[in-house]
């Protein structure tokens, strides 16, 4: 076999972190791999993943008993196929450097998909022994995260035939799980655990061994399969990747930034049977959430609409109709999440579909709306109205319900999350002496959420020739603004409190929470110009983005979960609030300190970073537990792109208005490329004249799209 013969030979991509701790991700469907840079499933979260259980647990390949030397880890632009490139240790008769391994794989269909290419560079034929490890010890995904179970199921014998093993778990759910590991050849020894080969190498030839583990019955791998299977694999990416519009830039890392950004959202998004659906984040949140998201959506919904339609059809379809108090459901409540493994099946755990979020609720109305005013598509509204009008009744309810008039939470049983706003961890809300919020808890950015969703269910029953009910809607939401404005308000901090604990006591803590306040538009001007100076301070600023506690807190810690780490999704939620009150100074500001931490995590967001005070010369510091790719991370650039452009489509009069554009630091020219309403489309060019960002429309078609330019 000739030396270029690839049947998955990859694409151009970037050149990842080399070091040994590095962790990479594929993603199709319900199936993800989280492996080392060497391609190996080594770790403890490491593993091949199906319908959140762990199918692989490990799977290392060796040259002579020892890791061959790691020379670079290369994932595709289109995130489709991880090439590890490695070369060989000291072998005998043959000097450690001379054989060249390529360990590409690939996720397909339910299938791992890898291919090991070898090439001699050495003057004399040489001898390759390859080992492969592997062993399933099929975790349930919570088992993996550390829960703990009084029972399991049965893992059975590994059935070893002459190409293949094939690894049985009979679990307490009475469901049969396989995985299959299936070689192109007969290895030379085949066990339970190990596979080994010996490949005979010509000086400057190559051989190659392919090899396919499935998740139930697999087939004897060969080429062809594997071409086919990378064909398919690489067109739905390309789908993927060409829908919505594009933005491109002066800048080059600028461009790398959100290429990388919309490659990770393709990988993170499903297509379901009601549309395309962004999975939350590997490897814990590979899996449909109804705020991650709702999140993702909007912040993409000025490029991609199709993603926003996606999710309202799917969360349609998996509202609550029914009272639980195990799932934390009630009719009209939007779905938080669903899980497929195990546990969730046996009831172990209440999160097979799980409603124990208090913001989803409130956000899907607003996605609704916000979607409503892009598009122009009232059809979809018509065909959502019933579940809007649900979740808008469960919302006055739960109103109605509080002594206070908030949205608040409780949770209704102990196997449910105590925290059930976007920081969820047990001691993200507390009072300035440190002491934990007593339940049921009113939390600031929720007011928001419902206020927003009754201004917008009001404004969409008008458009649909029902307008009766609006007023009502439009007079609760007042009255919910006017609370807000005399309950949260903490006028000697120049801000909002965090949340109203179950005694009414207010949570006087400077966090982020009241960023998302102004993305909903409730706080009077004065009142948001404040904030904004409070949010832009270096309290809350980190230099890298903004914190989700201030420093001085009593709980603040920059390296814990929601404490004083930053989260772009939240950071990207407190720019767009800043663009909403026009201080789009600010707004560049953040989205260009955000942009300098993404290169020192290699172009990648991750979900959230430590919010230690930038300092010259050192880079932001990684957090230890977060996804990468997680869904808002990848979507943050692309919201605080539109907030720092002034960018506004209305899709019912056919307008796209810009307001006072800015462009972040270092890059001189932003286009957007293909913006469209119904099937009229239009480029808009944003370029740094001087002082002042000037605005160029190219529009195309008959009935072209008015743009509007507010200097």
Known sequence: MSEKADAIQP????????????????????????????????????????????????????VAGERPNLLSAVRGRDNVILTSNMASPTLANTPAGAIHLARAKMIWDGRLYERIAC??????????????????????????????????????????????????YLGLDQRVRTTTISFSESPSRLAGGEASFTLKLAPRRARELIIEIATGVAETPDRERLRRAAVQARRTMRRRLSRGARLTSSARLFDAWIARARADLALLTTDLATGPFPYAGIPWFSTPFGRDSIITALQGLWLDPELARGVLTYLAETQARHTSAFQDAEPGKILHETRKGEMNALGELPFGQYYGGVDGTPLYVMLAGAYADRTGDLELIDKLWPSL??????????????????????????????????????????????????????????????????QTVARLAVLRGEGAMAPRWRSAAETLRERVEAEFWMEDEGFYGMALDGDGRLCRVVASNPGHLLYCGLPSPARARRVADRIASSGLDSGWGVRTVAIGEARYNPMSYHNGSVWPHDTALCVAGLSRYGLREIVARLLGEMFAAAVFFDMQLPELFCGFRRLAGDPPIAHPVACLPQAWATGAPLMMVQACLGVRIDGWTREISVERPHLPSGVDRIV???????????????????DHVSVTPHKAGADPIAVIVHA
Not at 20 to 49: H, M, N, P, Q, W
Not at 138 to 153: I, K, Q, W, Y
Not at 416 to 425: I, P, T
């Open 672 to 690: 957007a490329r293909g913006l469209t309403i119904g099937a009229q489309k239009v480029d808009l060019s944003f370029e740094r004249i001087g």
């Open 11 to 62: 694409t151009e991509g970037r050149a990842a972190s080399y070091a040994r701790s590095s962790r990479f991700a594929l993603k199709d469907g319900d199936t993800v791999i989280v492996c080392d840079a060497y391609g190996d499933i080594d770790g403890e979260a490491d593993g091949l993943y199906h319908n959140d259980t762990r199918m692989l647990s490990c799977f290392r390949l060796r």
């Open 389 to 454: 009008v649900a979740a808008i009744h469960w919302i006055e309810k739960s109103l109605a319900a509080d002594q206070r008039g908030f949205l608040s939470y409780h949770r209704a049983e102990k196997t449910g999350l105590a925290n059930q706003g976007w920081k969820d961890s047990a001691d993200s809300v507390f009072h300035a002496d440190g002491q934990l919020a007593k339940s049921p808890v009113a939390l600031v950015e929720v007011q928001g959420y419902a206020f927003a969703a009754l």
């Open 119 to 168: 090439v001699n560079y050495d003057d004399h034929d040489a001898e390759l022994p390859l080992t492969f490890e592997f062993h399933a010890d099929f975790l349930d995904m919570f088992e993996v995260r550390g829960s703990t179970r009084p029972a399991r199921g049965e893992i059975e014998p590994p059935q070893v035939a002459d190409k293949a093993v094939a690894m049985r």
